[in-house]
């Protein structure tokens, strides 16, 4: 794509990227340039977001320093979101995200649709480390942030449609328009449609798998009546369905599994079968995997201006069902069934103060969460004896908080911050186990003070430097798949101390842009999960307070503006995750485990990171073209815990470095056609691979090759 972009002398290399631009974000709740900001924030905009196709938040994994987005291996459409070592990769609604994913300010509390597609987006924010100060629940980690398009009032009739053919029968159809309404009243309609055929080919069924279908719609009413309010509601749906997860039998010798299929290499199968079992793409599961969910939402914010500053209110509601059936032997042996049908309710209410009282910036507030769920999961095959049995659990949740930051100038360039959050949670668990006649109900509560206190000072208008100390809390909770009264918890609350340092700086006029940070973090009572049978010969999963672990880091980012139409983007990450302690329930029996396991290497923590891409842009005789290409590096990293990490690598995800590129033409008619490509030189990369205990590992591959031409028209 570059070759053939400087291949042509007779077109004229567009020169007005000269200079890093000025890039606004609203990580500190108001409107800052990203370079003021004393804290570590990766942004992409409209035109990034674009420019390298980004379909999915798992298309910007590694493009953010330290931070992995990938999807929950058994569940496509739910998150396993990493920044800094610490993430939750379980769709368990009892279990609580350790990084936040707010939707147009709305907190989503479960991690299950949190990876829909993404289609008519504005902006997305990454913010790393916790963010307890100024953003929801339980942001321990870190946040991800998307906000989509909105009308502005009075805009006129406006939008775009764009189509989409690729690879696997891919058809994909987005259209936003911008409706005249008032002079006061702004509307925005949009809507996708997406499908594809599998990539995996069942060769016990004969059929495809891996297949999605997508239908997802949004409407955004803004009303802005005077100066002092304005009024923004975002109501959206999404349905997607497809058949899940297909699982790859990695176990080992000795495990149940070993030679139920000839992808594990077992000698009990001919050379023929292992060879053609060697292809990836190819599984053996014999009963039909379904994924699909049901979820709607509803986002109101309002803003007015007061004599003491804006007085700002953000509504949520959500809904989503889903329903996974997975084959949890990845064979052709009906051995272990799992249904899962699962529905849950959110409603959310932030009130927040924000201005300027002479040399202070403050923002106070108070936020409250209500969500319960009711799951039905059930099970099946010979693990069983053939039975069919099924565990029924529900949960109803509260959560308050008050919180409040203040950063005082106390010089022209010093400034000093500090802040808290003050967390309370209250939850009741209802849970009948497998095999057990009736429920039980389990309640507890858990508060929290989370302080952070700061200093950053502005050597220049183009050079900062910040530290900061905060904690971040994240409530406990109950084990959803506990599979005895006794295990059923509850577990403790984990905190963090974090430590973190960090310079901002534009060079050479503005053409070169570095950011970067080192930090250290030490997480207590870090909860940590275990899977496994039970002596009773009960799968289940169990969460504990695993004791202390310790997270240091560093991460840089870097932009430079080449000049004749040229842009290079890159960072690069060093992370270092260990267990000071260690004693995870690693026999998944509600027994806390007496041994200090502390040798075991945290999941989710690669040693380094990093990426680099390039983008060209050049007036042509047909129109602006531009050409982005990237690369994205991922060192060794384990995907799931438990002792047999001790004696195998077989839930590693070795490391790898994976392509993409866009290359579009677009005139001012309005007219664009471009064309991309994902994993360009079709790696078999894992997306992890997890362990059922004495049964065995099963494992998933993310997409192979994939690659698409769109055709789009603004007008």
Same mark, same amino acid.
């Given at each position: 794509?570059?070759?053939?972009?400087?291949?042509?002398?007779?077109?004229?290399?567009?020169?007005?990227?000269?200079?890093?631009?000025?890039?606004?974000?609203?990580?500190?709740?108001?409107?800052?340039?990203?370079?003021?900001?004393?804290?570590?924030?990766?942004?992409?905009?409209?035109?990034? &977001?674009?420019?390298?196709?980004?379909?999915?938040?798992?298309?910007?994994?590694?493009?953010?320093?330290?931070?992995?987005?990938?999807?929950? +291996?058994?569940?496509?459409?739910?998150?396993?979101?990493?920044?800094?070592?610490?993430?939750?990769?379980?769709?368990?609604?009892?279990?609580?995200?350790?990084?936040?994913?707010?939707?147009?300010?709305?907190?989503?509390?479960?991690?299950?649709?949190?990876?829909?597609?993404?289609?008519?987006?504005?902006?997305?924010?990454?913010?790393?480390?916790?963010?307890?100060?100024?953003?929801?629940?339980?942001?321990?980690?870190?946040?991800?942030?998307?906000?989509?398009?909105?009308?502005?009032?009075?805009?006129?009739?406006?939008?775009?449609?764009?189509?989409?053919?690729?690879?696997?029968?891919?058809?994909?159809?987005?259209?936003?328009?911008?409706?005249?309404?008032?002079?006061?009243?702004?509307?925005?309609?949009?809507?996708?449609?997406?499908?594809?055929?599998?990539?995996?080919?069942?060769?016990?069924?004969?059929?495809?798998?891996?297949?999605?279908? $997508?239908?997802?719609?949004?409407?955004?009413?803004?009303?802005?009546?005077?100066?002092?309010?304005?009024?923004?509601?975002?109501?959206?749906?999404?349905?997607?369905?497809?058949?899940?997860?297909?699982?790859?039998?990695?176990?080992?010798?000795?495990?149940?599994?070993?030679?139920?299929?000839?992808?594990? +290499? *077992?000698?009990?199968?001919?050379?023929?079968?292992?060879?053609?079992?060697?292809?990836?793409?190819? %599984?053996?599961?014999?009963?039909?995997? %379904?994924?699909?969910?049901?979820?709607?939402?509803?986002?109101?914010?309002?803003?007015?201006?007061?004599?003491?500053?804006?007085?700002? *209110?953000?509504?949520?509601?959500?809904?989503?069902?889903?329903?996974?059936?997975?084959?949890?032997?990845?064979?052709?042996?009906?051995?272990?069934?799992? &249904?899962?049908?699962?529905?849950?309710?959110?409603?959310?209410?932030?009130?927040?103060?924000?201005?300027?009282?002479?040399?202070?910036?403050?923002?106070?507030?108070?936020?409250?969460?209500?969500?319960?769920?009711?799951?039905?999961?059930?099970?099946?095959?010979?693990?069983?004896?053939?039975?069919?049995?099924?565990? %029924?659990?529900?949960?109803?949740?509260?959560?308050?908080?008050?919180?409040?930051?203040?950063?005082?100038?106390?010089?022209?360039?010093?400034?000093?911050?500090?802040?808290?959050?003050?967390?309370?949670?209250?939850?009741?668990?209802?849970?009948?186990?497998?095999?057990?006649?009736?429920?039980?109900?389990?309640?507890?509560?858990?508060?929290?003070?989370?302080?952070?206190?700061?200093?950053?000072?502005?050597?220049?208008?183009?050079?900062?430097?910040?530290?900061?100390?905060?904690?971040?809390?994240?409530?406990?909770?109950?084990?959803?798949?506990?599979?005895?009264?006794?295990?059923?918890?509850?577990?403790?609350?984990?905190?963090?101390? *974090?430590?973190?340092? +960090?310079?901002?700086?534009?060079?050479?006029?503005?053409? %070169?842009?570095?950011?970067?940070?080192?930090?250290?973090?030490?997480?207590?009572?870090?909860?940590?999960?275990?899977?496994?049978?039970?002596?009773?010969?009960?799968?289940?999963?169990?969460?504990?307070?695993?004791?202390?672990?310790?997270?240091?880091?560093?991460?840089?980012?870097?932009?430079?503006?080449?000049?004749?139409?040229?842009?290079?983007?890159?960072?690069?990450?060093?992370?270092?995750?260990?267990?000071?302690?260690?004693?995870?329930?690693?026999?998944?029996?509600?027994?806390?485990?007496?041994?200090?396991?502390?040798?075991?290497?945290?999941?989710?923590?690669?040693?380094?990171?990093?990426?680099?891409?390039?983008?060209?842009?050049?007036?042509?005789?047909?129109?602006?073209?531009?050409?982005?290409?990237?690369?994205?590096?991922?060192?060794?990293?384990?995907?799931?815990?438990?002792?047999?990490?001790?004696?195998?690598? $077989?839930?590693?995800?070795?490391?790898?470095?994976?392509?993409?590129?866009?290359?579009?033409?677009?005139?001012?008619?309005?007219?664009?056609?471009?064309?991309?490509?994902?994993?360009?030189?079709?790696?078999?990369?894992?997306?992890?691979?997890?362990?059922?205990?004495?049964?065995?590992? &099963?494992?998933?591959?993310?997409?192979?090759?994939?690659?698409?031409?769109?055709?789009?028209?603004?007008?």
């Amino acid at each position: 794509m570059i070759l053939a972009a400087t291949a042509a002398p007779a077109w004229a290399a567009a020169d007005t990227d000269t200079t890093v631009g000025e890039v606004v974000v609203t990580a500190q709740k108001r409107e800052q340039n990203l370079q003021d900001v004393p804290a570590a924030v990766s942004a992409f905009g409209e035109s990034q &977001l674009q420019a390298q196709s980004v379909g999915s938040l798992t298309d910007l994994s590694a493009k953010s320093p330290n931070v992995v987005l990938a999807p929950v +291996g058994a569940y496509p459409y739910a998150s396993a979101f990493y920044i800094r070592g610490l993430g939750f990769a379980d769709v368990e609604s009892t279990f609580e995200p350790s990084v936040g994913v707010e939707l147009n300010g709305v907190y989503l509390a479960r991690n299950s649709g949190a990876l829909q597609d993404m289609f008519d987006i504005a902006s997305v924010e990454i913010l790393r480390g916790p963010q307890g100060t100024l953003y929801g629940r339980n942001t321990i980690g870190g946040v991800v942030s998307v906000k989509t398009k909105r009308a502005a009032p009075g805009q006129a009739f406006g939008g775009q449609v764009q189509g989409t053919l690729g690879d696997n029968g891919r058809q994909e159809a987005r259209v936003g328009l911008d409706l005249p309404v008032h002079e006061t009243v702004g509307l925005r309609l949009s809507g996708l449609y997406k499908s594809y055929k599998g990539y995996n080919h069942n060769l016990t069924t004969g059929r495809r798998e891996g297949d999605n279908e $997508v239908l997802s719609g949004r409407a955004t009413l803004s009303f802005e009546p005077n100066d002092q309010f304005d009024a923004t509601l975002v109501a959206d749906f999404d349905h997607e369905k497809g058949s899940g997860a297909s699982f790859r039998n990695a176990s080992l010798p000795g495990q149940v599994y070993y030679n139920l299929s000839p992808d594990t +290499g *077992s000698p009990v199968f001919s050379a023929a079968q292992r060879a053609k079992a060697s292809d990836v793409r190819n %599984v053996y599961g014999n009963t039909p995997v %379904v994924a699909k969910i049901n979820t709607w939402g509803l986002a109101l914010t309002m803003n007015y201006d007061t004599a003491l500053g804006t007085l700002t *209110s953000v509504t949520g509601y959500r809904e989503f069902e889903d329903t996974v059936q997975s084959d949890y032997d990845g064979t052709a042996v009906n051995f272990f069934l799992a &249904l899962r049908e699962q529905t849950h309710q959110q409603f959310s209410q932030e009130l927040r103060l924000g201005g300027e009282v002479g040399k202070v910036t403050y923002v106070v507030g108070a936020y409250y969460l209500n969500q319960s769920y009711d799951i039905t999961n059930t099970q099946s095959g010979l693990i069983y004896s053939g039975a069919r049995v099924a565990q %029924v659990a529900s949960q109803e949740n509260a959560g308050w908080a008050l919180f409040g930051q203040f950063d005082w100038a106390a010089t022209e360039k010093l400034t000093l911050t500090a802040g808290g959050r003050y967390s309370f949670e209250e939850k009741e668990f209802r849970n009948r186990p497998l095999f057990f006649p009736a429920s039980r109900t389990y309640s507890s509560d858990w508060d929290n003070f989370s302080p952070k206190l700061g200093a950053n000072y502005k050597f220049s208008d183009d050079l900062m430097a910040y530290a900061s100390w905060s904690k971040g809390f994240r409530s406990g909770g109950y084990n959803g798949r506990a599979a005895s009264y006794t295990s059923a918890g509850p577990y403790g609350a984990e905190t963090v101390d *974090s430590l973190e340092a +960090g310079l901002k700086v534009d060079l050479l006029e503005r053409r %070169v842009r570095l950011n970067g940070a080192v930090f250290s973090a030490t997480y207590k009572n870090m909860q940590t999960g275990a899977q496994g049978l039970t002596s009773s010969g009960v799968y289940e999963s169990i969460v504990t307070n695993a004791g202390k672990a310790k997270i240091d880091g560093a991460e840089a980012e870097a932009i430079f503006a080449l000049g004749g139409g040229w842009r290079v983007n890159a960072n690069l990450a060093y992370l270092d995750a260990r267990f000071d302690k260690n004693f995870t329930d690693l026999t998944s029996d509600g027994i806390n485990n007496p041994t200090n396991n502390a040798d075991l290497p945290m999941i989710y923590a690669p040693e380094w990171s990093g990426s680099f891409g390039v983008t060209y842009e050049a007036e042509t005789p047909y129109g602006q073209l531009t050409a982005n290409a990237n690369a994205v590096y991922t060192d060794d990293m384990y995907t799931s815990g438990g002792v047999i990490n001790r004696v195998s690598n $077989v839930q590693v995800r070795p490391a790898n470095t994976l392509y993409d590129s866009t290359l579009s033409l677009s005139n001012d008619a309005g007219w664009r056609i471009a064309v991309w490509g994902k994993n360009l030189t079709d790696e078999n990369v894992i997306n992890n691979t997890f362990g059922l205990g004495a049964l065995g590992e &099963l494992r998933i591959y993310q997409p192979p090759r994939t690659y698409g031409v769109e055709f789009g028209y603004k007008f």
